[in-house]
């Protein structure tokens, strides 16, 4: 009796494993999607001038579209936390680490240190510290407020719901040295060697995050900050093996259909999973954690948590003192998850079979009917698994890449200083934004020498190389400024030649802004093993972005666009003005900038073509930025002589944006001409 139940729990095993592999999560798959996240981290890393980070399911790739997890966006202030206030940092925000009786394991205070000398501070008076119940000015969760773009605000998390994901974006205080708090866990006994003292020693030097948290039964809640080990978990999760990743998949999914719709979403987290998913794979043998033992090691996890639950006590991973049960687990509620999971165990693996969660039950039951060397099960699922992980990197550059011409351009010295840093042979996102700087300081230097009476050839022939190497950054936005470049110096038979290899690599497959990825898109990056310099130099277009400086290096349209506060409050004051940056979609300057090659060499045919295309993107495709799109088509119009449909697309497009429109000055042109025609006709 016990061996046909070993065959059983060994079949249902290797069947559950290859379904788990058939809805995204094979290695292959996992490591692609884990690979996306460090780099979503590098794009980020850019952006700001302190640590960030993405934390939780999504950069740790233990999700699935059916469990539809969040992602925490952490943002670290500049802040130095200490443990000892020798240490302190002169010049800088200094914290000192304190706890005292009253205050929870894994909690602590941060006292004030002043920025000249290492005393604690004594001034309360601007609201970032406040007197604690021993008179310590401790910093208080007002200095951590978010006053980023939110969709709601839960505590200290200012929340975002994006296409297909929800971002927590917290404030934290990054601690460089270990805790003391955690200081066991470094030296407890391990039977198993896991982890391994090489991968203690790096969580070790990962340090720890202070977050604005405070215990919930505390009375100085306010003034309490949790000790988060995000960087050693999500260090941990990464080395799991695959069938520790995908128990800890399944534990989610049995949480999500069969304990949250009981018991609440807010009782048994991910969080107390991955700690039981930790103490598991610490006290146990590696030698265990193989493919036919899946069901029995669910039933391990299980177990495990009965019995904290029967205890009323789950403990940190890192603190054991620590009861992440507490505020949790009261009154009827322990009952109801003992009863849970007893009646789950006593069905030992046949209620896997009613998992909802992408359709895992399903194909459970239909694997049971077929011997298991005829199995086949399509992987529909892989690309909806991985296509998270692409939009929110590819998102994240372009957002970045507008960013960095509007901002970091005025301080270009610095983030060529930060790109450099992080330029290296594993960091392909640098090398990607390596190329678009090539591309702006080639427009820029060829812009300084077409201002100049005579050009300086040199000086060109330099700006070539430049907007050359940077062409290929990704399909289009590259290319689009080395063909505007051309136009520049009226070289229209080259431009043709780089607009026409455009169009040829420009198709409806490409991903641009506020577009959805193509499935097309997925199944090639995971078919042929695409790096994500070859994602976004095959399938990605970034809008074209136009600073000042580039001004000489522009077609003559565009220059108004940069113009187009002219009128507002700020010129109105008589304050300084500095011209603002111009946005294009990429497909739409493609067709604008094939319109002037093809006017200028007369060709009639194609440079209907052109203007038609011009027309049905405007009408079909959504404009990121419609009213420069819609000034463009009237420019367009107007050397077509078809003044009055020009003139109504110019209407339109001050219906968008009334205030600061280009189309001002184009209108203003328009009346001029009509103007010049009557009194010449009278």
């Not at 470094?186 to 202070?210: C, D, F, H, V």
């Not at 789950?344 to 049971?368: F, P, Q, S, W």
């Not at 939009?391 to 901002?407: G, S």
């Not at 610095?414 to 300081?441: A, D, G, H, M």
Request: a neutral charge.
């Amino acid at each position: 009796m016990a061996s046909n139940k070993a065959e059983y729990y060994k079949e249902v095993s290797l069947r559950l494993n290859r379904i788990l592999d058939s809805v995204g999560l094979a290695e292959d798959i996992r490591w692609k999607r884990i690979n996306m996240w460090i780099q979503s981290d590098e794009v980020i890393s850019l952006h700001y001038n302190c640590t960030a980070h993405f934390f939780g399911s999504q950069p740790e790739a233990t999700t699935t579209p059916g469990l539809n997890s969040d992602i925490d966006h952490v943002i670290c202030l500049n802040t130095i936390a200490v443990q000892n206030i020798q240490n302190w940092a002169p010049r800088r925000i200094n914290v000192l680490v304190v706890s005292d009786e009253s205050t929870p394991p894994g909690y602590v205070k941060l006292q004030g240190i002043c920025c000249d000398q290492p005393l604690p501070v004594t001034n309360v008076s601007n609201g970032m510290y406040l007197l604690d119940r021993f008179g310590r000015s401790v910093l208080s969760h007002n200095y951590s407020f978010l006053s980023y773009e939110a969709d709601a605000y839960h505590g200290p998390a200012a929340t975002r719901y994006l296409p297909g994901l929800v971002q927590d974006k917290v404030l934290a205080v990054k601690l460089y040295v270990w805790p003391d708090q955690a200081s066991n866990w470094l030296t407890r006994k391990r039977r198993y060697n896991w982890p391994s003292r090489e991968t203690i020693g790096l969580i070790q030097e990962m340090g720890a995050l202070l977050v604005p948290v405070g215990h919930k039964l505390s009375q100085e809640q306010h003034l309490e900050w949790r000790v988060s080990f995000s960087y050693g978990e999500k260090l941990l999760m990464w080395l799991f093996n695959s069938i520790q990743y995908k128990c800890y998949i399944l534990l989610k999914m049995i949480n999500k259909c069969f304990i949250k719709p009981v018991v609440g979403d807010d009782v048994l987290s991910s969080y107390h999973l991955k700690t039981c998913m930790f103490y598991l794979i610490e006290n146990t043998p590696e030698a265990i954690w193989q493919q036919d033992n899946l069901l029995l090691l669910i039933d391990m996890c299980l177990r495990l948590l009965c019995i904290w639950i029967e205890c009323k006590y789950c403990p940190n991973y890192f603190i054991p003192e620590e009861n992440m049960f507490q505020c949790k687990i009261y009154g009827d509620i322990p009952g109801q998850l003992h009863n849970i999971l007893r009646n789950l165990l006593r069905h030992e693996g046949r209620y896997l079979v009613y998992i909802t969660c992408d359709n895992v039950g399903e194909k459970l039951v239909m694997a049971c009917q077929t011997h298991l060397t005829e199995l086949e099960l399509q992987s529909e699922n892989v690309a909806n698994v991985f296509i998270i992980s692409v939009m929110h990197l590819i998102v994240l550059m372009i957002q970045f890449a507008e960013l960095y011409v509007r901002k970091y351009l005025y301080f270009e010295s610095q983030i060529i200083r930060r790109i450099f840093v992080f330029q290296n042979p594993r960091r392909e996102v640098s090398t990607i934004f390596w190329k678009f700087l090539c591309s702006y300081n080639g427009s820029k230097l060829a812009s300084e020498s077409l201002s100049e009476e005579i050009p300086d050839q040199r000086a060109l022939d330099m700006a070539q190389e430049l907007l050359l190497w940077g062409s290929s950054s990704d399909v289009a936005s590259g290319k689009l400024k080395l063909a505007a470049f051309y136009i520049a110096q009226s070289n229209l038979q080259i431009t043709e030649d780089v607009l026409n290899e455009i169009h040829k690599n420009y198709s409806y497959r490409i991903f641009d802004k506020n577009k959805k990825t193509h499935k097309y898109i997925l199944e090639s990056i995971l078919s042929e093993n695409l790096s994500t310099t070859q994602l976004i130099s095959r399938y990605v277009a970034f809008p074209v972005h136009y600073h000042p400086s580039e001004i000489s290096c522009i077609p003559k349209a565009l220059i108004p666009e940069m113009f187009r506060f002219i009128g507002s409050d700020e010129v109105d004051s008589g304050e300084n003005y500095v011209p603002d940056i111009v946005s294009i979609d990429p497909k739409l300057y493609l067709y604008f900038l094939e319109f002037l090659c093809y006017h200028w060499q007369n060709n009639i045919l194609h440079k209907k073509v052109a203007l038609g295309n011009m027309i049905y993107f405007i009408r079909h495709e959504e404009p990121s930025f419609e009213d420069t799109a819609l000034n463009l088509l009237a420019y367009c119009l107007m050397q077509e002589g078809n003044f009055v449909k020009a003139y109504n697309i110019l209407c339109k497009s001050m219906k968008l944006e009334c205030q600061h429109n280009a189309a001002k000055l184009q209108i203003s042109a328009i009346i001029k001409i009509a103007l010049n025609v009557i009194h010449g006709g009278q």
